[in-house]
């Protein structure tokens, strides 16, 4: 069965340091891998997603993520946080097989800046 | 530009009540999907509407029932409420799968509490 693991629960930062969130996922096939972001009181917003080619992909807002498949990994990072990025952070692998998108979530990253 | 709307946002009701989350989109989307949101679970399937006139079971579908009335509208609905259903919920939608797409909107939470 398709699951996503998300080790660390909290993590805080200082501002301007860089931040790498952690992200590893279990899945039979070729995984579809996103990254969601979710401001207190708010929906999820999408980030960035990896369907295939480049294993780097870019995201709005200076995010970036790299697949690993040999480590089964989807690790996202930001050189420079501020602290608007504080919020909290769920990577997901979709199941697309019957032509429509099931996404597996993360239980999700907490994100704290301190000035 | 309203995308994934839901309502009620905020609810509290009593064991044994029953209720309706709505949920309607305006993006011409097929898929529709009901997660539900707990501390340290991340987002978990209720149930998903892959078109219209389809629904199936999500991976915590029990003491639920959806419909989709039609491609807009999804509902969950609550026949008997429970505390463990303590919760906030959320709507998402997704168009056709291509690798341009497979991105779930997501609407705002509606906070459930059962008391």
């Known amino acids: 069965a398709q699951s996503v693991t998300q080790p660390d629960i909290h993590i805080t930062v200082s501002e301007g340091a860089s931040l790498e969130l952690r992200c590893n996922y279990s899945?039979?096939?070729?995984?579809?891998l996103f990254w969601y972001v979710q401001s207190p009181g708010q929906g999820l917003q999408l980030l960035l997603k990896?369907?295939?080619?480049?294993?780097l992909v870019q995201g709005i807002k200076g995010f970036e993520a790299e697949f690993k498949r040999s480590q089964s990994s989807f690790n996202l990072r930001k050189p420079s946080v501020h602290w608007s990025d504080a919020a909290e952070y769920f990577c997901?692998?979709?199941?697309?097989?019957?032509?429509?998108?099931?996404?597996?979530f993360g239980a999700g990253t907490r994100l704290a800046v301190h000035p | 530009n309203a995308g994934v709307t839901q309502t009620p946002k905020f609810q509290v009701l009593k064991t044994g009540q029953s209720m309706t989350l709505q949920c309607a989109q305006d993006?011409?989307?097929?898929?529709m999907y009901w997660y539900r949101q707990d501390p340290g679970m991340g987002l978990r399937l209720i149930y998903y509407?892959?078109?219209?006139?389809?629904?199936d079971k999500g991976e915590v579908p029990n003491g639920y029932n959806v419909s989709r009335l039609n491609k807009r509208e999804f509902s969950l609905r609550l026949e008997s409420a429970a505390p463990s259903q303590t919760s906030v919920y959320f709507c998402?939608?997704?168009?056709?799968?291509?690798?341009?797409?497979?991105?779930?909107?997501f609407g705002e939470g509606s906070r459930l509490t059962v008391l």
């Open positions: 998402a939608s997704t168009g056709r799968h291509n690798k341009n797409t497979g991105e779930l909107f």
């Open positions: 899945y039979g096939a070729t995984p579809y």
């Open positions: 990896y369907f295939s080619g480049d294993t």
């Open positions: 997901a692998v979709g199941d697309l097989s019957g032509g429509y998108n099931k996404l597996i």
């Open positions: 993006m011409n989307h097929n898929s």
């Open positions: 509407s892959a078109s219209e006139g389809t629904t």
